[in-house]
């Protein structure tokens, strides 16, 4: 087995950027994920009828399969014959030019690439502020569970992530970090001495700022979920009161505030995920850091079973009525094995992991992959050694990005227009650095006429000297030329669909719009029947989804998404009304939800200020207004002259 040796955490330096301070919506409520329903939530002793072991086979993995089945049983195999494989240390900056230095982490090696940090997940499986063992795939594990949950929540916050190159790597822009560590709680569980049950035992009834009643139980469901922040104190984790974070200067009043209402919200949608395919994540912990623009950005790993405790549902209120420990799919027990054996906190040498266990961990660590994302683990080829790999795929990567970044982007935009602020939510959700130029429309500038000379309108997006016009085209173009991150729907019938609908928007639903703020009388109401009607359809394409793109925003939100901000300009400064809350509650409800989403927000003009324009458009005939222009036959709608 390996040496096992004391670690401490790699130091507070890591990931981003992005753009500019966003305003507040007072027509919008802020956007609040539903919590799970209130379900009584909770080593395996799985019942599972005969019924449910007959569905398809496009199903997430059954619970039967925890512990008894053909796949764990391929899996099995193969984690044995891995066990003296595994990735427990690395050495790129002896491999990989570029690279400046190291730093290692519990889990995590860090390199710094100068532009960026190149974050390496190892196998070594860490507890008690101390590495325990080597768990064969646990490093490929940890990091796509993270990338996959990073690319689920980007609806909540923006993340550090630029692109992974290999299974084991993440390569992250870099931020300072703030040294505050948001573990969030559902339970009342765990065994170290900062958890919850631990403390509550010891007669804590104050705990990082949360009063807790009497009479609680192990494995009881909290209230609500509650923040019990930590930071660091020499080699381990010290909780801290919201009051104390501030006053020690650790972060401000603004960025606390941010941070955990972020967190808060992650959660309660990891715990909606999770129940959804039948588990709890009864407890978490985030990282945050600020990007030299001054955002905030989610760091490090996400809704891990390194950074979470799991449960399994539907066995969790008989076991806790009884007095059982919730079924866990986390290391959990291996935390527990350590206690039994030894004192992990004190002993300056710890007793070999048995191989059954890290077997059994590792076994546990991928079916919780497999069940979470609803796709199947790939098992790494064994031909090449691991580290020879991730040195390879790390130095293209390095190249990649150097050029992916260092290659020229322009949006040639105008602030008020929609178009071009479909363009910069895009580059946005893809992370694309680019320099913007803002276009005085009534003297149009040399650049645009050369870029667009037959139509000279915004946005255009210049991309290695090669301009790209019309706002639908050029999302299209951005998604095709840097795939990470995707927007347009995967699935070839689903991005039929997207286009559609893109393309209704253009060409039913803004026409009208635009026709009730320009006309008067009869005119006027007959374009807003027209725009309620067109919304109403526009509403059915929403399927009861959070966005059009399911659970994170995707291609038709972002076509669609300025709507509900300009037509509530239009309503205001036209006296009609478009949105009807009563006949739309579905889509009123998504204009609220994507104009708060952080990726977009940013990037919204203040609302004051579009109604001030607005108005100077309406009252003026020489200004920079919105017109219908008939555009190769279709009606469109653009900034013009």
């Not at 006053?247 to 992650?266: F, I, P, W």
């Not at 309406?618 to 279709?634: D, E, L, N, R």
């Amino acid at each position: 087995m390996a040496q096992y040796t004391p670690t401490l955490n790699p130091p507070k330096t890591l990931i981003p950027k992005l753009s500019n301070p966003n305003p507040s919506f007072s027509s919008f409520s802020t956007f609040t994920i539903p919590k799970p329903k209130s379900i009584n939530f909770p080593k395996f002793s799985i019942s599972v009828t005969a019924a449910q072991n007959q569905q398809h086979r496009q199903q997430p993995p059954s619970l039967e399969a925890l512990i008894n089945s053909d796949r764990k049983e391929e899996v099995l195999g193969v984690i044995k014959s891995s066990s003296s494989h595994c990735l427990s240390e690395t050495n790129l900056h002896l491999t990989v030019p570029g690279l400046k230095s190291k730093t290692r982490g519990k889990v995590r090696d860090v390199y710094d690439s100068g532009d960026y940090l190149v974050m390496v997940t190892t196998d070594r499986q860490s507890a008690f502020d101390r590495i325990l063992a080597s768990i064969p795939f646990k490093g490929q594990v940890l990091n796509e569970t993270s990338l996959w949950w990073f690319d689920k929540t980007r609806h909540i916050t923006s993340n550090a992530v630029v692109l992974a190159p290999d299974e084991n790597v993440t390569i992250a822009k870099k931020c300072s970090v703030f040294p505050v560590e948001f573990v969030v709680r559902g339970f009342v569980t765990g065994s170290t001495d900062t958890s919850l049950w631990t403390v509550y035992k010891n007669g804590v009834r104050n705990y990082c700022g949360n009063v807790l009643p009497d009479g609680l139980v192990k494995s009881q469901k909290l209230p609500a979920n509650i923040l019990t922040p930590t930071t660091k104190a020499a080699d381990h984790d010290v909780p801290v009161t919201p009051d104390e974070i501030i006053e020690r200067g650790l972060m401000t009043q603004a960025e606390y505030d941010e941070v955990s209402r972020k967190a808060l919200s992650l959660f309660e949608y990891g715990q909606r995920v999770a129940l959804e395919h039948g588990l709890i994540l009864a407890d978490t912990k985030y990282e945050f850091g600020k990007g030299q623009d001054g955002s905030i950005l989610l760091i490090d790993e996400v809704h891990t079973p390194d950074s979470s405790r799991y449960w399994i549902a539907h066995t969790y209120e008989e076991r806790f009525q009884n007095g059982l420990e919730p079924e866990n799919v986390d290391k959990e027990f291996l935390r527990l094995w350590f206690k039994d054996h030894c004192d992990p906190y004190e002993d300056e040498v710890l007793p070999d992991a048995p191989e059954e266990l890290v077997c059994e961990l590792a076994w546990r660590y991928i079916f919780l992959y497999e069940t979470i994302t609803k796709s199947k683990f790939k098992l790494p080829s064994t031909e090449e050694p691991i580290h020879d790999r991730i040195s390879r795929n790390v130095a293209q990567a390095l190249c990649l990005t150097s050029g992916l970044y260092a290659t020229l982007v322009k949006l040639l935009g105008y602030w008020a227009s929609p178009f071009a602020l479909r363009v910069k939510w895009a580059l946005k959700l893809k992370e694309i650095e680019y320099q913007y130029v803002e276009e005085d429309l009534p003297n149009k500038s040399p650049l645009l006429l050369r870029y667009n000379p037959v139509h000279k309108k915004v946005p255009v997006l210049v991309h290695d000297g090669k301009p790209v016009a019309e706002s639908l085209i050029i999302l299209e173009y951005i998604d095709e030329t840097w795939k990470h991150n995707p927007i347009l729907p995967q699935d070839p019938y689903e991005r039929a669909q997207a286009r559609f609908w893109a393309r209704f928007i253009d060409e039913k639903c803004v026409p009208a719009i635009m026709s009730a703020f320009t006309n008067q009388g009869e005119e006027k109401e007959k374009a807003a029947k027209e725009a309620r009607e067109n919304l109403k359809t526009l509403e059915s394409a929403l399927a009861g989804k959070d966005f059009f793109g399911g659970e994170t925003v995707g291609f038709l939100d972002i076509a669609a998404g300025w709507i509900g901000l300009w037509a509530r300009i239009v309503e205001e400064i036209a006296d009609v009304n478009l949105i009807d809350t009563e006949t739309m509650p579905l889509l009123n409800a998504w204009f609220g939800r994507v104009l708060e989403a952080p990726v977009l927000k940013e990037c919204v003009p203040p609302q004051d200020k579009l109604l001030e324009h607005n108005r100077g458009c309406k009252a003026s005939a020489f200004a920079v207004i919105p017109f219908h222009i008939c555009f190769q036959g279709h009606w469109r709608l653009e900034y013009h002259t």
